[in-house]
């Protein structure tokens, strides 16, 4: 069956670095563009960035144009987000999607098929 296991998140202090890295399984991955979101307490999950299937176009959410960088490696079925320069409030439970019928990085929600379990990054200012 189709996983998406997240890791690297934890705590951090405000300015710092985090690398979270998004493993898939059971899935042909570079099918697949992908997409990070993000969910805070008591909010709606909200798009972050997304990365097409062969990594050459990116789209980000603003606020974190700049800071938060997408990436991918096929031969490694894993998706990364670097985030430099973090802020206490993109403290979240950040999770990892995969859209097999998206030509190009999308932000919408309902068009991700497979989602990972979650990864927490908490930013203490």
């Known amino acids: 069956q189709v996983q998406l296991v997240e890791s690297g998140g934890g705590l951090v202090q405000a300015g710092g670095s985090l690398r979270l890295s998004c493993a898939a399984s059971?899935?042909?991955?570079?099918?697949?563009?992908m997409g990070w979101f993000r969910q805070a307490p008591g909010k709606e999950r909200e798009f972050v960035t997304a990365?097409?299937?062969?990594?050459?176009?990116?789209a980000l959410v603003e606020h974190v144009k700049g800071r938060f960088t997408i990436s991918r490696d096929n031969a490694k079925g894993t998706v990364y987000l670097q985030m430099n320069r973090l802020k206490p409030e993109d403290t979240s439970v950040y999770y990892c999607?995969?859209?097999?019928?998206?030509?190009?990085?999308?932000?919408?929600?309902?068009?991700?098929?497979?989602w990972g379990q979650g990864t927490q990054v908490t930013v203490s200012s």
């Open positions: 059971g899935l042909t991955f570079s099918r697949y563009a």
């Open positions: 999607a995969a859209c097999l019928r998206c030509t190009k990085p999308s932000a919408r929600r309902n068009e991700y098929d497979f």
């Open positions: 990365i097409s299937r062969s990594g050459d176009s990116t």
